[in-house]
């Protein structure tokens, strides 16, 4: 029995040490038997060591498959083969290359599209606040004026199809508010908040037609905030503006902590050597308060030291956006 | 019916003006085929004098492959430097086109790998992430009552993304923009009073460095670099405490904006040591930096103008700059190749 069985085990290890020693040089014997126009043979050698092909071997080899294909009019097989090449090498078609001008026409009629794209996104945002109800002062001029702030992100994109992608987005915000009255000769107060946030958004862009291989597009980003920390500074000012007193706080407990949003987007793609650029103008509308109306004027000191409470606001903001994404995974499609 | 009659004329004009440059570049299509079947024979010499008026004719995939045909022309003609100018043309095209083991003969693989191809730009994203200290450097002390200042810089963070663009082997040009965290801590006392300071401002700085890259080996390259950076304060947040040491009472004001008490611009000159390892699109880095300000944080205006600070806290703002030193390291990708000519 023991015999039996290192004899098989022998010839199982010759067998396979054979066959990988065949494989070795199947690309090169290919070639030869490609050029001396022995084609079907060099399909046989070629298809019976893909498994055992690596790499750039093993796109070579499906590059090999697909010229031979076309020369032995079998139009599936070099599909099939042409497929399996340039989702190994998706940038060959962007390379020059000697094949043979018949071939170069046929594989011309393949585009090969990411199926999903990874990307960051930052920029500057300007927020500006929708009033609802006044707890302010009854005499003086009040102002909100709209402020700078920041949007960094990353996101992930699935191209639906060419013209459809589907977009999950994670973003940080800073968002910022200034309210200054103005009480006419008596002392100034300048209120600034800094909300920080962290946002997710599930969004639909659909792709415009290109323009001068800029790609427009426009799309629609519902999702939620939450509110991550707000810091509340006010300055009572003197008349001359010379003398400040300072007055702060940590509202986020006096904040609504989750804000459902509507973003609406226009932008455009640039392909560029390695992966795409963007520049998207994105208009995000939060839905709740800032303020919990619960916690309104809950912290006394505040209050009382600053003579100010916080009016009802919704957040407005107007961002301006660059991206750079990658391409994850690719298909190929042949056009008709 | 004029007007349309006027159009097609003009189109068939500009049509006829087009005809010798759309039959001449047809025609060189045409060659390459031939001189492809020329060197199967290899008659060498028909090929160059066939090829030789299409290099100013034909551009992308065709006129690479009149360079490789050129190239291997010459070298099977034993005119090496000949060929290495076809080849050089070649990788001008294309950079990132590697030669082919199937379809390249051996004597023009070698001479591909001989000519050096560099990374012309890097782009690095997100990454240039490290701990870095605060040096505060006063130079200049206001105080109401008799004290000691005592500084300590403090650790924080700074991210951002750098690109460079690569003269040649040895000399890059390399921008960064960042947000940098500077941090520091002050304490001071005076009669029965133990005073803490702790201060952090947020800039957007951007450095400039001229970068020298060191002869290493095959992956790993050091470099040392030196330039200017000029920073823009974003965000300055200031916590004041006071502790009355006799019963060990205290009161503090928190989160106060200290940003309109400070410069907003910060500029400087910096320097670092670092090493890249090349992978196959980009390069992993890792390197030290130290940026010397040479601007006042204090804005001297704005000293006098808070009297809380200084009637609760005894506090007055002194001239000082912030140097910092930065370790960091990511990833940056090439984004384009470019071809180093033989001189």
């Given at each position: 029995m023991k015999r039996v069985l290192c004899f098989w085990l022998m010839l199982s290890s010759f067998l396979i040490g054979n066959a990988q020693s065949d494989c070795k040089d199947a690309l090169y014997n290919a070639n030869l038997k490609y050029k001396s126009g022995q084609l079907k043979e060099g399909v046989e050698q070629l298809e019976t060591c893909l498994s055992e092909l690596k790499g750039d071997n093993r796109f070579e080899a499906y590059h090999l498959l697909a010229i031979m294909f076309q020369e032995l009019n079998q139009p599936e097989k070099m599909d099939e083969a042409i497929n399996q090449m340039l989702l190994l090498d998706p940038d060959y078609q962007d390379q020059p290359n000697t094949d043979p001008v018949s071939f170069t026409r046929a594989l011309n009629q393949y585009k090969v599209t990411p199926k999903y794209q990874v990307g960051v996104r930052a920029g500057v945002n300007i927020t500006s606040v929708q009033f609802v109800e006044s707890f302010g002062p009854i005499k003086g001029i009040n102002i909100y004026k709209p402020q700078t702030g920041y949007d960094v992100g990353v996101m992930i994109r699935k191209n639906l199809s060419r013209q459809v992608v589907l977009e999950l987005d994670a973003q940080v915000a800073g968002t910022r508010i200034r309210h200054e009255l103005d009480y006419n000769n008596g002392w100034n107060k300048i209120y600034t908040e800094r909300l920080n946030w962290f946002g997710v958004r599930v969004g639909a862009a659909y792709n415009l037609p290109e323009f001068k291989q800029f790609r427009p597009w426009v799309g629609v980003y519902p999702g939620l905030d939450f509110l991550q920390k707000s810091t509340v500074n006010l300055d009572k000012v003197d008349p001359e503006g010379n003398v400040r007193l300072q007055y702060s706080k940590v509202a986020t407990n006096e904040r609504n902590a989750q804000q459902p949003v509507m973003g609406l987007r226009v932008g455009f793609q640039k392909k560029i050597t390695r992966g795409e650029i963007g520049f998207s103008v994105n208009y995000r509308m939060q839905f709740n308060q800032t303020v919990n109306a619960a916690q309104r004027g809950s912290n006394a000191s505040f209050v009382y030291s600053t003579q100010y409470i916080e009016d009802g606001l919704k957040l407005n903001t107007l961002s301006y956006t660059l991206t750079y994404s990658l391409p994850w995974k690719f298909s190929v499609n042949k056009s008709n | 019916m004029n007007s349309a009659l006027k159009n097609i004329a003009t189109s068939t004009l500009f049509l006829l003006l087009l005809l010798p440059f759309i039959g001449k570049s047809q025609d060189c299509s045409e060659r390459i085929d031939q001189a492809k079947k020329y060197y199967n024979n290899g008659q060498l010499a028909e090929i160059i004098q066939l090829l030789d008026t299409c290099q100013t004719e034909l551009h992308g995939n065709e006129l690479w492959n009149v360079h490789r045909l050129l190239a291997l022309s010459y070298l099977g003609l034993e005119k090496n430097s000949e060929a290495r100018q076809h080849v050089i043309a070649m990788m001008e095209i294309s950079p990132e086109k590697k030669p082919n083991v199937l379809t390249d003969p051996v004597d023009l693989i070698k001479l591909m790998n001989t000519v050096t191809i560099i990374p012309k730009f890097s782009l690095g994203f997100g990454v240039m992430v490290g701990p870095s200290l605060t040096i505060p450097r006063p130079y200049g002390a206001y105080m109401l009552t008799d004290q000691v200042k005592h500084y300590t810089g403090k650790n924080s963070l700074q991210f951002g993304l750098s690109s460079s663009y690569q003269f040649n082997t040895r000399l890059a040009m390399d921008l960064s923009v960042l947000v940098s965290t500077k941090s520091y801590d002050l304490d001071y006392s005076f009669g029965n009073w133990d005073m803490k300071m702790d201060e952090k401002l947020t800039y957007f700085d951007v450095p400039i460095y001229l970068r020298y890259l060191f002869p290493g080996k095959k992956r790993l390259l050091p470099y040392g670099q030196a330039g200017l950076y000029g920073g823009y304060l974003l965000l300055g947040n200031n916590n004041f405490d006071a502790t009355?040491?006799?019963?060990e009472s205290s009161f503090e004001l928190i989160n106060i904006n200290s940003a309109n008490r400070r410069n907003r611009l910060d500029y400087g000159i910096g320097a670092g040591l670092g090493c890249m390892y090349k992978l196959k699109k980009g390069h992993l880095f890792f390197q030290a930096n130290y940026l010397h300000s040479m601007?006042?944080?204090?804005d001297a205006d704005k000293r006098y103008t808070y009297p809380d600070l200084q009637q609760s806290y005894q506090y007055l703002d002194d001239d000082m700059r912030l140097s910092m030193f930065s370790i960091g390291g990511g990833f940056a990708m090439y984004m384009g190749y470019k071809v180093i000519k033989d001189k």
């Open positions: - | 009355f040491t006799k019963d601007a006042n944080i204090s």
